[in-house]
């Protein structure tokens, strides 16, 4: 059973936006961090954003200023708008959560991921 689940990935051509969301379906007490990670054939999965349970956040080099996260404690939910899309970005994107707070709360949660293709 997925406690994380991601939904928005799909096929757009270079230049285009897509918006990714993170939802959680359990442990919505817990306080988390939520990150988004991606995976492309062959390579390592990389770290792309985050937000921390206080609004705070961290990008990395290749997405800031195209990329930008977001919250809504009231949903448990964890958007992902991604504009000026670039075929190094198609990739398979992961959600995760960590951290918790609370001594209930597992420390780490991932989704099943969403595809994101983009093409040139």
């Known amino acids: 059973q997925a406690h994380l689940v991601e939904s928005g990935g799909g096929s757009v051509q270079a230049g285009g936006s897509l918006r990714l969301s993170c939802a959680r379906s359990?442990?919505?007490?817990?306080?988390?961090?939520i990150s988004w990670y991606r995976q492309a054939p062959g390579k390592e999965r990389e770290f792309v954003s985050t937000?921390?349970?206080?609004?705070?956040?961290n990008y990395a080099d290749d997405v800031k200023g195209r990329f930008t996260i977001s919250r809504d404690n009231a949903k448990n939910t964890v958007d992902l708008q991604m504009n000026s899309l670039k075929p190094e970005d198609t990739a398979m994107y992961y959600c995760?959560?960590?951290?918790?707070?609370?001594?209930?709360?597992?420390?780490?949660?991932w989704g099943q991921g969403t595809q994101v293709t983009v093409s040139s």
């Open positions: 995760q959560a960590a951290g918790g707070y609370y001594e209930a709360c597992p420390p780490l949660l």
């Open positions: 937000i921390a349970a206080d609004g705070s956040t």
């Open positions: 359990k442990y919505t007490y817990c306080r988390y961090s």
